[in-house]
Every structure is written in structure tokens, then in C-alpha cells.
């Protein structure tokens, strides 16, 4: 990486700390800190505090979903703009507008042209949601793509399995497919479902020792979506 000619802008987290978004933003500051020592980061829990934390800033960055800017896409896109208007902003944004959202989309998607349109540049994390943009917001800006980072791997502790649970203890021959992130519609549990029994299938018809086959989520429901892990359970 070269060498800064100024300082980064202050990296501005908004959002409860348990927010998926909100984490990640966490991560990629932290990371800018460990290059740039003197970057400002600041984190808050609410968009009016943001809002009062940019006033005193040139330049901001922020990570955008209008999940977390509002309780609907609309007040979202208001309170971005608002942002916007009180230093250089600059956003990279998550959670693209695409057809599993269903009836929200046509509001989804007029958000994000105005998140789009309000700031002074954008970026995403995927050559994937430079296309979504291309697809669902082809009057906007197209952002820069910079790949999604990762953290350093570290081999977490194992705990002790429970007596009660020996039996369920993974084998080497078991099938175990992993899905990170929150569980709501469109977000591909029931893909992966389809696709781990496909795999399964011709594995075994090869003379694969294939045992169980697991799909396992990492993340809990999305609000309003409890009910979609009980019928992808089943």
C-alpha cells in the first residue's frame, strides 16, 4: 500500500455492535489504524449522533446499509442525505437492492440512487454488486469495488463437546456446509440446503463415504424472519 499524501478521513461506525455491517466497519478501521496510526475512528449507536460527530469533521467515511440509517428506505436515504450535508462523505455500501427483496425493491432501489447521488464518491465490495448497481441503479454512479476483507486467521478454541452430545460430534466423512450472516429470505439458506443434498448425492455415487450432511447457519434470524429458520429447519 503507498504512502498516504493526507490523513484517511474519520471512519464513522454507526450501528449496535452486534450488527453484522456494523462489525465489519469495526474490522476495516481497525486494519486502516494498524497502517495509519493517527486515523480517527469514531463509533456510535445512532444516526443523530453520527450526524453530530460529522459536523466537526472535513471528511468522513461510513459503512451504509438503510437498515441501520432508518426504519424504513426512505428515512434512511433522508438521514444519509442529512449526513452528507455537513462534510466530504464518503460511504461503502452493503446490502444491494436485488429481486429476492420482493415488494420492497422499487423502495430499496430509490434509496440507494439517493445514498448514491448525496455523496462524494462510493464504494462496494464485489465486482457482483458493481453489476446489482448496474442492474438496479443504472442512472447512479458506478462505485469503486474494492474485494471484502477478511480478519487474520486465528484457530478459535474448541470447547469440550457435552456428554449429551458426543453422538453429534462431526466425523470425518460427514458433509458439513457453513452459511454466515443473518437467516432472512433471499439470503440463500434454502440453496444451500438443495445444493449440500445435491453434493451428497453425486459424492456418494462416485464411492464417496459420504456420512450426515450438515448445513449449519452462523448468525441468527433477521427481525421479523424468526419464523424462516423453523421452515428451513424442517
Given at each position: 500500500?503507498?504512502?498516504?499524501t493526507e490523513?484517511?478521513?474519520?471512519?464513522?461506525?454507526?450501528?449496535?455492535?452486534?450488527?453484522?455491517v456494523?462489525?465489519y466497519?469495526a474490522?476495516?478501521?481497525?486494519?486502516?489504524r494498524?497502517?495509519t496510526?493517527?486515523?480517527?475512528?469514531?463509533r456510535?449507536?445512532?444516526?443523530a449522533?453520527?450526524?453530530?460527530?460529522?459536523r466537526?469533521?472535513a471528511?468522513v467515511?461510513?459503512?451504509?446499509?438503510?437498515?441501520?440509517f432508518?426504519?424504513?428506505?426512505e428515512?434512511?436515504a433522508?438521514?444519509l442525505?442529512?449526513?452528507a450535508?455537513?462534510t466530504r462523505?464518503?460511504?461503502?455500501l452493503?446490502?444491494?437492492?436485488?429481486?429476492?427483496?420482493?415488494?420492497?425493491?422499487?423502495r430499496?432501489?430509490?434509496?440507494?440512487?439517493?445514498?448514491l447521488?448525496?455523496?462524494h464518491?462510493?464504494?462496494?465490495?464485489?465486482?457482483?454488486e458493481?453489476?446489482?448497481?448496474a442492474?438496479?441503479l443504472?442512472?447512479?454512479p458506478?462505485?469503486?469495488?474494492i474485494?471484502?476483507g477478511?480478519?487474520?486467521?486465528?484457530t478459535?478454541?474448541?470447547?469440550?463437546l457435552?456428554?449429551e452430545e458426543?453422538s453429534?460430534?462431526?466425523s470425518?466423512h460427514?458433509?458439513v456446509?457453513?452459511?454466515?450472516?443473518?437467516?432472512y429470505?433471499?439470503?440463500?439458506?434454502?440453496?444451500?440446503?438443495?445444493?449440500?443434498?445435491?453434493?451428497a448425492?453425486?459424492?456418494?455415487a462416485?464411492g464417496?463415504p459420504i456420512g450426515r450432511?450438515?448445513?449449519?447457519?452462523?448468525?441468527?434470524a433477521?427481525?421479523?424472519?424468526?419464523?424462516?429458520?423453523?421452515?428451513?429447519t424442517a
Amino acid at each position: 500500500m503507498g504512502q498516504m499524501t493526507e490523513a484517511p478521513p474519520l471512519q464513522l461506525i454507526v450501528g449496535p455492535a452486534g450488527h453484522g455491517v456494523v462489525a465489519y466497519a469495526a474490522d476495516v478501521a481497525s486494519a486502516l489504524r494498524d497502517l495509519t496510526p493517527e486515523a480517527d475512528v469514531v463509533r456510535v449507536e445512532t444516526v443523530a449522533d453520527a450526524i453530530s460527530v460529522a459536523r466537526r469533521a472535513a471528511r468522513v467515511h461510513v459503512h451504509v446499509t438503510d437498515r441501520l440509517f432508518g426504519g424504513s428506505p426512505e428515512e434512511a436515504a433522508r438521514n444519509l442525505e442529512q449526513l452528507a450535508g455537513t462534510t466530504r462523505l464518503t460511504i461503502t455500501l452493503h446490502d444491494l437492492p436485488q429481486t429476492s427483496d420482493g415488494r420492497s425493491l422499487s423502495r430499496r432501489v430509490a434509496a440507494y440512487a439517493r445514498f448514491l447521488d448525496a455523496v462524494h464518491a462510493a464504494v462496494v465490495n464485489s465486482r457482483h454488486e458493481q453489476q446489482l448497481v448496474a442492474e438496479f441503479l443504472p442512472g447512479s454512479p458506478t462505485p469503486h469495488a474494492i474485494p471484502l476483507g477478511a480478519r487474520l486467521a486465528v484457530t478459535p478454541p474448541t470447547p469440550p463437546l457435552r456428554p449429551e452430545e458426543g453422538s453429534r460430534a462431526i466425523s470425518p466423512h460427514d458433509l458439513v456446509l457453513l452459511v454466515a450472516g443473518y437467516v432472512y429470505p433471499g439470503k440463500g439458506h434454502a440453496d444451500a440446503i438443495r445444493a449440500a443434498d445435491e453434493a451428497a448425492s453425486d459424492l456418494r455415487a462416485t464411492g464417496e463415504p459420504i456420512g450426515r450432511v450438515l448445513v449449519r447457519a452462523i448468525g441468527g434470524a433477521s427481525a421479523g424472519h424468526e419464523e424462516d429458520v423453523a421452515a428451513l429447519t424442517a
